[in-house]
């Protein structure tokens, strides 16, 4: 079974790569995301929020993300990252039961 940390890096290489299917592969059924724009429970609202998320992000933004922070203990995960000046910080946090995310929270500042 996958640890917390295959699920993030998972999670990670899927962004890179743009694919949308893999991504919301590292989700159970019945997670929940949250972000200082709503909380977004199961597979429909998951791929709604990243359909707009990845939509919204200005051109390279991926190419330049880099995790400064990428910290586990159990099934608890834990990351910092930046794009740029156009996201100095973005900070993530999930909870992994059984190989797939059950909780995630998800903050950036974006000016």
Known sequence: MA??????????????????????????????????????????ELKAFFEGFIASLPEGFVDNMVVDVNATAGEYGYITWH???????????????DGKFVMQTFAAYMP
């Open 3 to 44: 640890t917390t940390a295959d699920v993030i890096a998972h999670h990670l290489e899927s962004i890179g790569a743009g694919d949308l299917e893999g991504l919301l592969s590292d989700y159970a059924p019945n997670a929940v995301l949250i972000t200082p724009n709503g909380t977004f429970t199961g597979p429909d």
């Open 83 to 97: 794009s740029g000046d156009v996201a100095p910080l973005g900070t993530d946090t999930f909870h992994v039961v």
